[in-house]
């Protein structure tokens, strides 16, 4: 999929009272740029997801206390994850958000969020850090949110940033993402990071539950290798700098603004499947026929993270039966007899029955670059989930073995 | 590890009052050996553990239903699992212990366990492997247990085979165990099995709790890819015909048994460990300070299973970033601030602080075809557990992903 480059995003998407800006402060090794600023002009309200890692990486343990009474701004480290490193490490957090509090202007440091990603167990250059932020804060600007998606970007092949727009009343509202990661996953460069900005009035009690269904239907809905993060961070800011009619609970405008936050989430979601280190394929899985959604989830996850299942897909096998040894060893209801499996519409397992598919019409299938398959697990219970998961390949091997040796 | 090959074992360790033999059936197509046929002259108690899949395959449905009063014979066909095939599935599976009673004259197909291993979702040739049975049963012979360790192999590249001998009072007893996997795990060639059989007697309500506890502290303790089979079948027979004092619950003499047990069972987890397609390392993690065994148990599994870690090791990297990110994912508990890890008595991270290990010397363990990591959950609870994993390599990657393509 090293072809495939993202659609680029249209600066009217933008969202009004927001700033950006990225700068170098020598993190990473390439020297290219490793330290973001988001900046809201006015205190906006805001809402996070984190990772649940017992391992949480320092700034995500300062940024759980931050932001609670909004948030002026959020600071972004790239190259070095501040996971593993102790006091120091938070105290290096904290001084993140202190800095980034001095150069925006915030009423404190509580109104700053922090994120780092990258190498695991290696204290952060502090110094140079709290410079870039200084120098990060002259620089920002109304159109600098591709130079800030690209400084949060670690090995990943291609920015991720996804824009939307929509009409609220008579005002136009506008939502920006911007998302770094490819897999959960690097060697050491562990961390998803997603910054969703938008010029929306939202009622804040909102924006919580809005994100979390958001990151359960995007981001915790895709494997590369099922790895969990120790720094995976989401955040929603909403500044109401559009000044719409406000967006309150169980209206149309919330339904609009649930499904533009949940689509900018799936398109950096699987965007970050796309970039898997040397994944060949990205593959949907669309459960059916599950007890409750959650347990479809489940199911799902199960399969999209079985080593030979995405083996099976990096030799364009249609080998059903990884399918089923994953779903047996799930901790899902799951009824053999009834159980069905179809590639792209093209069914091989009938209500648990062998089916007769026609083999050249599954060899099709599994050789395009993208494709779905439909699994019913034949409890007949309403859950359902999609997920989307892509192979390891012999290149993902490469880079995750011989990286530092 | 292509250069290790286990230990011959001594024909005096092989049990009385059994005979083995193997023969060829066509069912591979490699046109080797493909089943194996274990007898006892009498009635012999027994105990078996199967696979948890909801997948399970038709001859683990079968031989769950049998041997409640006493086996006869074990049956085993590879190079087809007989997993997916719905009924005609079973009516097969029921067939090959109705051949195999009336073969060696049992008094009927409950007396006899059958096991299968191979291609899922492909109905068995029955008529051949019926020949098969009725001329297996012709060639058994005492000293089979070779032949019969061969013919239950798939893709292994190495005969799986341990043997014990001890005194019981003034008798001798002994205890062979055959077993077969490559991983839990081939492309298609699914299912770990092991069969125990011993000449002592014991009081038959103590081989169950016995052979659990050791296929939880050996088979179930290793990890090649982490998927499970739809076959996974253990079974331990014990005939009584060494004539020893019996033995019976809570005496030196059951502890002997349970050692001897255990060990067989671990010796042979190590060997598919080691058989890990085309794995280059065997890893033995030695996880303590959990709350519980099992909460170490399960601790370990998800460090064996994640596959950056397998990476790392593959890489020859002592990267204990993968394996914090692995148990801080783990749904265990674990004290960051308390745990350890060390590499061969190397420590990287001493009670939740960063070591400055010595590279060089941890550079050295990794380089070693097997080493053992240590991983303290700091709990302060007592829980402990052993645990084998290896690497995944390029060879595994093209064996998993080219086989039918």
């Known amino acids: 999929m090293a072809q495939w480059s993202p659609p680029p995003v249209e600066t009217t ?3 009004r009272g927001f700033r950006a800006a990225a700068t ?6 390439s020297e290219r740029p490793d330290l973001a600023l988001i900046v809201s002009e006015t205190l906006s309200s805001a809402a996070a997801v984190f990772t649940p890692s017992r391992f949480a990486a320092a700034p995500v343990a300062v940024s759980r206390r931050h932001g609670h009474n909004g948030v002026r701004a959020v600071v972004a480290s790239s190259g070095n994850a501040n996971a593993c490193t102790g006091e120091r490490g938070e105290r290096d957090a904290m001084a993140m958000c202190a800095a980034t509090a001095r150069a925006v202007g915030a009423a404190g440091p509580e109104e700053v969020m922090v994120c780092s990603t990258g190498v695991i167990g290696v204290p952060l250059p502090i110094e140079r850090i709290e410079q870039g932020i200084a120098q990060a804060a002259e620089a ?12 949060i970007c670690t090995t990943d092949a291609f920015r991720k940033m996804v824009g939307r727009r929509w009409a609220v009343g008579e005002r136009e509202v506008h939502l920006i993402g911007i998302a770094k990661g490819a897999g959960m996953i690097q060697p050491d460069m562990a961390t998803m990071l997603a910054f969703l900005a938008t010029d929306a009035r939202v009622e804040a009690t909102l924006l919580k539950p809005i994100l979390q269904n958001a990151v359960r239907r995007s981001f915790n809905s895709i494997s590369v290798d099922g790895d969990m993060s120790t720094n995976d961070t989401v955040i929603l800011l909403a500044n109401g700098a559009a000044v719409n009619e406000p967006i309150v609970a169980a209206t149309e405008a919330t339904e609009q603004f649930d499904n533009a936050v949940c689509g900018v989430c799936t398109e950096l979601a699987r965007m970050i499947v ?4 040397g994944a060949t394929k990205l593959v949907t899985l669309d459960v059916s026929g599950a007890r409750s959604d959650e347990q479809a989830h489940r199911a799902a996850r199960a399969v999209a993270n079985s080593i030979l299942f995405k083996m099976a897909i990096l030799g364009e096998d249609p080998n059903w039966g990884r399918i089923a040894a994953a779903l ?26 062998l089916v007769n598919a026609d083999a050249a019409k599954l060899a ?3 050789k395009k670059p993208e494709f779905a398959i439909a699994i019913d697990l034949g409890t007949g219970g309403p859950g359902q989930a999609t997920f989307w998961t892509c192979d390891i390949s012999e290149a993902y091997m490469r880079f995750n073995a011989d990286y530092r040796t």
């Open 13 to 15: 998407c933008y969202p």
């Open 24 to 29: 170098t402060c020598g993190i990473k090794p």
């Open 140 to 151: 920002l600007s109304a159109t600098g949110w591709d130079d800030a998606a690209d400084a």
């Open 274 to 277: 796309r970039d898997g280190e």
């Open 328 to 353: 047996g060893a799930a901790e899902v209801e799951v009824h053999p007899d009834a159980c069905s499996i179809a590639f792209e519409g093209t069914r091989v397992l009938d209500s648990g029955r």
């Open 364 to 366: 099709a299938v599994v």
